[in-house]
Nanobody
Framework: QVQLVESGGGLVQPGGSLRLSCAASGIIISSYTMSWYRQAPGKQRELVATNTRGGSTNYADSVKGRFTISRDNAKNTVYLQMNSLKPEDTAVYYC?????????WGQGTQVTVSS
């Protein structure tokens, strides 16, 4: 079975940093475009960052300059480095894999930014 398992979430103060990890099994992520989404309470799920098979990246305007998506294909893992965190970054963060014929979601990890 395919699994995307997120980790690294938690509670941080404004201005702090976290690194989220997404460990994949059942797929080889080098064949997939990988993305991070987030969903805050009462809000729609939104695209945060994308890393394509070719290594290009895209970011939501709200996180540009603060977040970095990367991958380690040897470890079959995708990362989201989050710096200068703001309370409005509070959400459940989801890993997403998009291949030629298949798409998969992780279970999500909670990020809370609060004083």
């Amino acid at each position: 079975q395919v699994q995307l398992v997120e980790s690294g979430g938690g509670l941080v103060q404004p201005g702090g940093s976290l690194r989220l990890s997404c460990a994949a099994s059942g797929i080889i992520i080098s064949s997939y475009t990988m993305s991070w989404y987030r969903q805050a309470p009462g809000k729609q799920r939104e695209l945060v960052a994308t890393n394509t098979r070719g290594g290009s990246t895209n970011y939501a305007d709200s996180v540009k300059g603060r977040f970095t998506i990367s991958r380690d294909n040897a470890k079959n893992t995708v990362y989201l480095q989050m710096n200068s965190l703001k309370p409005e970054d509070t959400a459940v963060y989801y890993c997403y894999a998009s291949g030629v014929i298949s798409r998969y979601w992780g279970q999500g990890t909670q990020v809370t930014v609060s004083s």
